[in-house]
């Protein structure tokens, strides 16, 4: 038998072949894109220009209650962009919100609208009622409106009222504060509590 001639290495010594086969093996290619690529994208965003649009100018405060009619013409496609949304029987200025719920947002269908059938139900559908008293919704979805109207009340400043037909609207002062009681669509239970 013939015996193949046998190289002795260094115990430190490397052979040079399987040194680069790991270095440039497909695996640490691959590792090393995907890391240049991230370092590329965080010193983009610290050091670049910024894709975020500047804030829009604050808009005045609104403070009154409006009909249905009324309400869809803030939709934030009139010049100031603002968007008003109904939830449970207040409205609630969300312009800030407008990349949700302005022109062209995934929940662009409130604005200027009454949401709140579509958001206990999970539906991305506006009411076609001139107003909908919601009076057909489970208490599971009642209880989802009344989470989301909490959600409104934290993130956006409260309008007023949504106004059933015939209903009268309530005279704000500058000097009055917002509502902070728990929601009540009927000014009479108000009296009662």
């Known amino acids: 038998m013939a015996s193949t001639p046998e190289t002795k290495l260094a115990d430190n010594e490397v052979p040079q072949s399987s040194f680069f086969s790991e270095l440039f093996s497909p695996v640490n290619l691959i590792?090393?894109?995907?890391?240049?690529?991230?370092?590329?994208?965080?010193?983009?965003?610290?050091?670049?220009k910024s894709s975020v649009e500047?804030?829009?100018?604050?808009?005045?405060k609104i403070r009154k209650d409006m009909t249905v009619a009324e309400l869809r013409q803030y939709d934030g496609t009139q010049p100031d962009g603002r968007v008003l949304v109904a939830v449970n029987g207040w409205i609630f200025d969300a312009t800030r919100g407008r990349r949700f719920y302005g022109p062209g947002g995934p929940y662009a269908v409130f604005g200027g609208k009454d949401a709140s059938r579509g958001l206990a139900t999970f539906s991305v559908t506006s009411s076609d009622k001139e107003y909908d008293d919601l009076s057909d919704l489970n208490s599971m979805e009642m209880e989802s409106v009344k989470e989301w109207e909490a959600q409104f009340r934290e993130k956006y400043d409260l309008v007023g009222r949504l106004l059933k037909?015939?209903?009268?609207?309530?005279?704000?002062?500058?000097?009055?504060?917002?509502?902070?009681?728990p929601s009540t669509n009927n000014p009479e239970e108000k009296k009662e509590q």
């Open 31 to 48: 590792l090393t894109v995907i890391i240049v690529v991230l370092v590329y994208k965080i010193l983009r965003s610290k050091f670049g």
């Open 54 to 60: 500047p804030p829009a100018p604050e808009l005045p």
């Open 165 to 181: 037909p015939g209903e009268e609207p309530t005279n704000y002062s500058d000097e009055e504060t917002e509502e902070t009681e």
